[in-house]
């Protein structure tokens, strides 16, 4: 079993940056790649960022290429994305996500495991 727990949302306004962390627990050896997801209200949950554990190879959405940063520290067992010039179109529940494979998906259904949810507001 593993777990994931999300910290580091809250309300800023355009332009801002937040800093979002992730902690895995439990069964964390069986983690090979994590993701960062966010739902909007009305929309489906999409993709932002996803990191290959081992590979330390990433990938981004493209609406968020050149602000958004993720990044690992396994040592912590955690998982961070750097948000900066947040726009009010950012504005979304962020989920953190794992999977017990290496290579890093794009896709909601590659992955198995999922934290609550923290959410950020980005005013205009």
């Known amino acids: 079993q593993v777990q994931l727990v999300e910290s580091g949302g809250g309300l800023v306004q355009a332009g801002d940056s937040l800093r979002l962390s992730c902690g895995a627990s439990?069964?964390?050896?069986?983690?090979?790649?994590m993701g960062w997801f966010r739902q909007a209200p009305g929309k489906e949950r999409e993709f932002v960022a996803a990191?290959?554990?081992?590979?330390?190879?990433?990938h981004y959405a493209d609406s968020v290429k050149g602000r958004f940063t993720i990044s690992r520290d396994n040592a912590k067992n955690t998982v961070y994305l750097q948000m900066n010039s947040l726009k009010p179109d950012d504005t979304a529940v962020y989920y953190c996500?794992?999977?017990?494979?290496?290579?890093?998906?794009?896709?909601?259904?590659?992955?198995?495991?999922w934290g609550q949810g923290t959410q950020v507001t980005v005013s205009s």
């Open positions: 439990g069964r964390t050896f069986s983690i090979y790649s």
């Open positions: 996500a794992a999977r017990s494979a290496i290579v890093a998906v794009t896709t909601v259904n590659g992955y198995n495991y």
């Open positions: 990191i290959s554990w081992s590979l330390g190879t990433t």
